[in-house]
């Protein structure tokens, strides 16, 4: 039964399914299975599978567009309960999708769950110029930068914000974590970043993890 409602929900997002996958999710809460279950095993994976077949020539970018909207049209039935939590964090995070890359359901993620762990997020989006990351510092005082990509062509544009941060003398206001399927811990350390987490509940340690940091810096 489970299964059966996860294959439903896992079969939305691949067929591209805009109308019928928030219905799919629904019906799985109704079924009893939980937020981050239907996430993983259910959206998560069948935008993997899409990005697989994506690479082998079966989908083209049509298809992976179709897929992320059927995606996205689901999450806002799920959003509710991925923002439920019991600790109250307090700090400010900007976020967004680094310079050249448009894909943004990661980092759309990420926010939905810093902000249901308490984080005031500003989120500027996908594409985003080093150079407003630096306007958005100077202008909110975050605590926390968030950078996301997921092209290795657009990796540099995350050493590019950084660098930025540096030029404009506000590097050790804030803390840097990244993320994104192509880079890792050792790219964090590579570019001067604080530090990377894999996915969206991992972001949340992280950035709990970073404020603690920076709390005891500036006791
Ligand atoms: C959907 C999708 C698209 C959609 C994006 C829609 C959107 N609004 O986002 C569209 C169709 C627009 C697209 C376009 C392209 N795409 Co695309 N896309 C994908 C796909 C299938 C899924 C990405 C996704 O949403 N995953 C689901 C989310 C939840 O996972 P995630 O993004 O990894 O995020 C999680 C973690 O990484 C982490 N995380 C993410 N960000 C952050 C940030 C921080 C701070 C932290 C801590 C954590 C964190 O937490 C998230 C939640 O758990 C991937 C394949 C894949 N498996 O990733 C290809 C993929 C990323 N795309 C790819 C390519 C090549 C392209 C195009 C160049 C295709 C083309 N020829 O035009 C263009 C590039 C456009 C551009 N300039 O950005 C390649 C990239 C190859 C590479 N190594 O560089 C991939 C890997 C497909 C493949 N297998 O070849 N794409």
Redesign the pocket.
């Known amino acids: 039964m489970q299964e059966e409602l996860l294959d439903a929900i896992f079969d939305a997002v691949m067929d591209g399914d805009i109308p019928g996958a928030p219905a799919t999710v629904q019906a799985a809460l109704d079924g009893g299975l939980d937020a981050e279950t239907i996430l993983r095993d259910g959206m998560?994976a069948a935008?993997?599978r899409?990005?697989?077949l994506?690479?082998c020539g079966d989908y083209y970018?049509a298809e992976?567009?179709t897929?992320?909207k059927a995606?996205?049209a689901a999450l806002v039935v799920l959003r509710p309960m991925l923002q439920q939590s019991q600790v109250q964090a307090t700090g400010t995070v900007v976020?967004g999708?680094v310079k050249?890359?448009?894909?943004?359901?990661?980092?759309n993620?990420?926010t939905m769950m810093l902000e249901g762990a308490g984080y005031a997020v500003h989120d500027l989006g996908?594409?985003v110029h080093p150079s407003r990351f630096v306007a958005a510092v100077e202008e909110v005082h975050p605590d926390l930068v968030?950078?996301?990509?997921?092209?290795?062509?657009?990796m540099p544009s995350m050493q590019a914000t950084v660098d930025a941060l540096t030029t404009a003398g506000l590097r050790e206001r804030v803390k840097v974590?990244?993320?994104?399927?192509?880079v890792n811990e050792e790219y964090a350390e590579h570019i001067g970043a604080d530090g990377?987490?894999?996915?969206?509940s991992?972001?949340v340690s992280?950035a709990n993890a970073l404020m603690q940091v920076k709390a005891q810096r500036s006791a």
Do not use: N, W
Not at 101 to 107: E, V
Not at 196 to 200: E, L, R
């Open positions: 998560i935008m993997t899409v990005g697989e994506y690479e970018v992976m567009f897929s992320a995606l996205q976020i999708t050249g890359d448009m894909h943004d359901i990661g980092k993620l990420v996908a594409d968030a950078l996301s990509a997921l092209l290795t062509t657009t974590m990244i993320g994104g399927a192509p990377y987490a894999q996915d969206a991992q972001a992280l």
